[in-house]
């Protein structure tokens, strides 16, 4: 058993202190690292919920469950965010960046001090993974806000279907990674490759505008 909320008071202290003397988008992007673990916290709670109540067992709801809760925990204050402060393009790639980055730090912390930190190039390939992972799928999300608002007549549509995507990316990334073997790492390259392709598409966008 770990203090998860213990962990998160340890990691959080730190960068609150630290927005004191941050400005403009460093500030911006500490508050939504801070949104990141938070989500990540409150994932870890809801999917546990579903754990305990429907029986599905540890690695079933880490494939069908948690992508669903855990994409939709980030996706909310991107939402709120988009719709209430209208930030432009680079804004709101940002905020997702940070939400992201939170997310996986504080997941890949409470990973080591429940599994162990004996093997570092395991946790360095994993990390790098699970944070790649965690940003693509939050980037597919905001692609789905930045379409939705170019075009007004697919803003459901488009909005609905990058989160489906999102979530769908994160539960086969977890299905790929719940076996050790070649599954495995060919989980583990997946995000990297979505990530350059994703880096070629937001790129194709910026010169769209």
Known sequence: MIYSENIFVCMIVPIVVTLVFAKGS??????????????????????????????????????????????????????????????????????????????????NVCYMVSSGAESLSFLLIR???????????VYASVFGLVIARRLKAMRISSTVGALALSMLFHGTYNLLVSSPGI???????????????????????????
């Open 26 to 107: 460093a500030r911006r992007l500490e508050l939504n690292f801070i949104i990141g673990m938070t989500a990540c916290l409150l994932g870890a709670y809801i999917s546990g919920f579903f754990n305990a109540v429907s029986g599905l067992g540890v690695e079933d709801t880490a494939i069908f469950v948690s992508p669903v809760v855990e994409e939709a925990m980030k996706f909310l204050p991107l939402f709120f965010y988009f719709y209430m402060f209208e930030p432009d393009d680079d804004s709101i790639f940002l905020a997702a960046v940070g939400i992201g980055a939170g997310f996986a730090s504080f997941e």
């Open 183 to 209: 599954t495995s790492y060919i989980g583990f390259a997946v995000p990297l490759l979505t990530a350059v392709a994703m880096l070629f598409a937001l790129r194709r966008l910026k010169q769209g505008n």
């Open 127 to 137: 990390a790098l993974a699970v944070g790649v992972m965690h940003i693509v799928s």
